[in-house]
């Protein structure tokens, strides 16, 4: 991406296409009028009065979403040096992907506006992830040298009947609403543990076989948040496992109480747009297993990664005493920051 430039994109469910939806700059036939409006909502106060006494109780106070607004033009008045699919045209393809123009025929200034306008409203209308709450778009801005996305939905779109959609020129105004008030960042770091990790060269039944690794024991490791704000590490465990514990730092400690056999995983999902703790067996079914959390472990939503270097370390107990197997842990993350 380029500096300036915006991004959303949301993936494919249930036959309606996602979206790859590049736009800001004027060579992208979608541009920003002026500078786009950050707008963070106001935290939500506890605040309670002090009965027989002035001032007030403070309460604990939550942070919202943020919600970004823009003034677009979809110029189509000159030939931009890209134009964007108006529908998918083949395996993977999703509205809003760059098509070069070579391979795309105008139909005339004002056919070419109306369908502009038409696209960009098919994107934010967003079908394929509006009607399931855990389905959710991300918008991508580079600024600075530097990228980092929110998560949320398309929302408000709004069209300014103009007399110069004739001439090929058409003003919008839309609203990307996020989830929460964290800008993170574009590259998801990632970390691996193991314990007697001897089947690790063994390839999985239907699927070819990974890059081998020699029998070793690394039950820790350091998880770095770069970002001036907490953020959620997403946690998986692979069998062969009973009872596998990660501990954080001293932050906190996960255990589930379960058995896990080879091939089979359990996702732990803290962030906000998921909430979840999902079995996947060897055939790949998934099912919800957060009952087999430990009482001792946190809520998902305090199982967070504040900015900084931790130590994240696992464990587990022996599926028998003779025992020289156990669970392979990755944890990933995007480290957070509050402002691009």
């Known amino acids: 991406m380029r500096d300036g430039e915006w991004y959303l994109g949301y993936y494919t469910y249930d036959h309606f296409p996602g979206a790859a939806l590049h736009f800001g700059p004027e060579d992208t036939g979608i541009y920003c009028l002026t500078e786009p409006t950050v707008a963070f909502a106001d935290p939500e106060v506890a605040d309670a009065a002090l009965p027989g006494e002035d001032g007030v109780r403070l309460g604990r106070d ?3 979403s943020a ?5 677009l033009g979809v110029d189509t008045v000159d030939t931009p040096a890209y134009r964007h699919a108006r529908q998918p045209t083949a395996a993977g393809r999703r509205v809003g992907d760059f098509e070069a123009s070579s391979g795309w025929a105008s139909r005339g200034k004002w056919q070419d506006n109306l369908d502009g306008v038409d696209m960009l409203r098919q994107v ?3 079908d394929s992830i509006r009607l399931k709450p855990s389905r959710i778009a991300w918008l991508v801005h580079r600024t600075g040298g530097r990228t980092r996305r929110l998560y949320g939905r398309p929302r408000k ?5 103009s007399r110069l959609t004739r001439q090929g020129y058409t003003p919008i105004a839309a609203t990307f609403t996020a989830i929460d008030d964290r800008f993170y960042s574009e590259t998801e770091r990632s970390e691996e543990m193991w314990v007697h990790d001897l089947l690790a060269h063994l390839p999985r039944p239907g699927r070819p076989g990974g890059t081998p690794r020699p029998p070793s024991t690394r039950p820790r490791a350091m998880l770095l948040n770069e970002g001036s704000v907490a953020t959620y590490p997403v946690i ?7 009872n596998p514990l990660v501990e954080v730092g001293g932050l906190w400690t996960v255990q589930l109480s379960l058995t896990l056999s080879q091939w089979e995983s359990v996702t732990i999902d803290p962030r906000p747009w998921r909430r979840t703790v999902t079995r996947t067996s060897a055939t790949g079914a998934e099912s919800s297993v ?6 001792a472990s946190p809520r998902l939503a305090d199982m967070v990664l504040p900015p900084g270097l931790w130590p994240v370390r696992i464990s587990h107990t022996k599926l028998s005493p003779t025992s020289t197997v156990g669970p392979r842990v990755k944890v990933l993350w995007r480290s957070a920051y509050t402002w691009w």
Do not use: C, M, N, S
């Open 157 to 161: 779109f709004d069209v300014a009947h």
């Open 67 to 71: 919600a970004v607004t823009f003034e």
């Open 290 to 295: 957060a009952d087999r959390l430990t009482r």
């Open 62 to 64: 939550y942070q919202r």
């Open 236 to 242: 998986q465990i692979e069998g062969p496992a009973k």
């Open 124 to 126: 934010w209308r967003a």
